[in-house]
């Protein structure tokens, strides 16, 4: 999957157009993100030469400047979510 992001930056080396702001996860040939949002009416860009596995703002990279990666599209894409994950500590027998 790629990324879709409602803001752009430039880095100062010249290089390529990277995401910035709220990040969510895009399939090329759709028009909505795979959580649902659709790209034109939320305002957001495409970012095609960006994985949206690179995001992560703890890595650097390609999330520098990335502020919020959407957890439904997360988990869409099978990326490491946020928080706990649900666990049954005393299944009944």
Do not use: Y
């Not at 100062?12 to 990040?23: C, M, T, V, Y």
């Not at 999330?63 to 990326?79: E, S």
């Amino acid at each position: 999957m790629k990324t879709a992001a409602a803001r752009t930056w430039v880095p100062d080396d010249g290089g390529s157009r990277l995401p910035a702001g709220e990040a969510h996860a895009w399939q090329p040939g759709q028009n909505s993100t795979a959580c649902g949002v659709p790209l034109r009416r939320a305002g957001l860009a495409r970012f095609p030469h960006v994985d949206f596995t690179d995001l992560d703002p703890l890595t650097g990279g390609s999330g520098d400047r990335v502020a919020w990666i959407c957890p439904r599209c997360q988990a869409a894409a099978g990326g490491p979510t946020r928080g706990r994950r649900w666990v049954r500590n005393d299944p009944r027998p």
